[in-house]
C-alpha cells in the first residue's frame, strides 16, 4: 500500500496519502488503500486518536483523479460516488477521532476528505475550495452535506457555486477549520491535540462522538434522546467509577484503562 502510509505511535495512528507527485489525488488505487488502512489500523488495540495528512509539503489531498473520472457514464459515476462516500463514512464514524492535519491544498474530494473527519488543523498554507461546478459537475463526496453543516447553507452555496478558493485564515473564521498554525509546527499542533485527547477516557469520547453524529441528523428531541442513551452507557464503565470516585476524594488519576 505505498499511496497510503500509516504508523502507529503510543495510542495515536498516522495516515499519510502518499502520492505527492500528483498532489495525492484521490484515485481509485489511493481510495482502496485508504479503505485498506483503515481495516489495518482497526486491528490494533487501544488507538485512541487517528491524524490524516497528506505527503510533502504542497497538498494534503488536491481532489479526485480527474484523468480517471472524465469519461465515466451517469452509472460510472454513481459507483464512483459510492466507493468514496462509504470510505468517507467510515472516517466520519470511526471508532475514536480523526483529526485533519491540512498541509496544503484541500480541493474537491480533498475538502471533502477533510470534512469527514472530526476536526480540522490547518497550515497557514492550506487552501480550501469546492471546485467542482467548474468542471460541470457537482462535489460528490459529501460536499454538498458535510460544508452546509459546519460553515451554513448560505456560505456553503456561495462557495460550491463560485468554486472560490479559501485561505487558511478564512477558512478558521467560517468554521471550516478549528485552527490555524504554522506549517513547520503543523504535525507538532496536532499531535498535541491527539495527545490532550487519548488522555480522556476513551469509551466516553467514543460515545461523545456517537451522540454529535447521530443527534445531527435527527430532531432536537430525538437527539437528545440519543445522548442520554450514550451517557446512560458510560456508567457502565471502570473509568467512569475509578474518574468520579478520584474526583470526589480530590485525587488524580494517572490514566484511563479503557475498561
Do not use: W
Request: aromatic letters at 6%; hydrophobic letters at 45%; a negative charge.
Amino acid at each position: 500500500m505505498n499511496t497510503v502510509l500509516f504508523h502507529i505511535d503510543g495510542h495515536i495512528a498516522t495516515i499519510t496519502i502518499n502520492k505527492p507527485q500528483v498532489l495525492n489525488a484521490l484515485s481509485t488505487e489511493v481510495l482502496t488503500d485508504l479503505n485498506h488502512v483503515l481495516d489495518e489500523v482497526e486491528k490494533v488495540e487501544n488507538i485512541y486518536a487517528v491524524i490524516l495528512t497528506g505527503a510533502g509539503d504542497k497538498s494534503f489531498v488536491a481532489g479526485a483523479d480527474i484523468a480517471e473520472m472524465k469519461d465515466k457514464d451517469p452509472q460510472q459515476a454513481i459507483q464512483y460516488a459510492q466507493f468514496a462516500d462509504g470510505i468517507f463514512f467510515r472516517i466520519e464514524n470511526f471508532h475514536c477521532p480523526v483529526i485533519a492535519a491540512v498541509n496544503g491544498f484541500a480541493l474537491g474530494g480533498g475538502c471533502e476528505l477533510a470534512m469527514a473527519c472530526d476536526i480540522r488543523i490547518a497550515s497557514e498554507t492550506a487552501r480550501f475550495a469546492q471546485p467542482e461546478t467548474g468542471l460541470g459537475i457537482t462535489p460528490g463526496f459529501g460536499g454538498t452535506q458535510r460544508l452546509p453543516r459546519l460553515v451554513g447553507a448560505g456560505r456553503a452555496k456561495e462557495l460550491i457555486y463560485t468554486g472560490r478558493t479559501v485561505k487558511a485564515e478564512e477558512a478558521l473564521a467560517i468554521g471550516l477549520v478549528n485552527k490555524v498554525t504554522k506549517p513547520e509546527n503543523l504535525m507538532a499542533e496536532t499531535i498535541a491535540m491527539a495527545q490532550v485527547i487519548c488522555q480522556k477516557a476513551p469509551f466516553a469520547i467514543k460515545k461523545a462522538k456517537e451522540a454529535i453524529n447521530r443527534g445531527l441528523q435527527v430532531s432536537i428531541d430525538k437527539a437528545i434522546a440519543i445522548e442520554t442513551e450514550e451517557f446512560a452507557q458510560c456508567f457502565a464503565t471502570e473509568d467512569q467509577k475509578m474518574a468520579m470516585n478520584a474526583f470526589v476524594k480530590k485525587e488524580k488519576i494517572e490514566k484511563f484503562n479503557n475498561r
